[in-house]
């Protein structure tokens, strides 16, 4: 399984973007698709994740009413839609799958990194004030 994230680039505070997270190769139907990010200096953190089962949405409390994830089944495909962006949503957002099928409830479950068995190589987003 490949990931490609795209969509990162320089936006002013307040502005909006929209990252991709492309996936190829054996990924079948039934993965989750979630988005960390890691800042200069932090560690990588929780974003977003959509499952694969119902497409349940889960974000973090930083981004919520902020941001939205959704998936394009069709295209393979899971975006981030980013609004109302400030200056610390500033990171390398990276996009990661979980391939093992499981359909937890609990949200705890998909905020760790190492639930993830494959990740995009990164996209950078900076957001000026």
């Known amino acids: 399984v490949q990931l490609q994230a795209s969509g990162g680039g320089l936006v002013q505070a307040g502005g909006s973007l929209r990252l991709s997270c492309a996936a190829s190769g054996r990924t079948g139907s039934r993965y989750s698709v979630g988005w960390f990010r890691q800042a200069p200096g932090k560690e990588r953190e929780f974003v977003a994740v959509?499952?694969?089962?119902?497409?349940?949405?889960y974000l973090a409390d930083s981004v919520k009413g902020r941001f939205t994830i959704s998936r394009d089944n069709a295209k393979n495909t899971v975006y981030l839609q980013m609004n109302s962006l400030n200056p610390e949503d500033t990171a390398v957002y990276y996009c990661a799958a979980n391939v093992r099928g499981i359909a937890s409830a609990n949200r705890d479950y998909y905020t760790g990194s190492q639930v993830y068995d494959y990740w995009g190589q990164g996209t950078l987003v900076t957001v000026s004030s």
């Open positions: 959509i499952t694969w089962n119902r497409g349940t949405t």
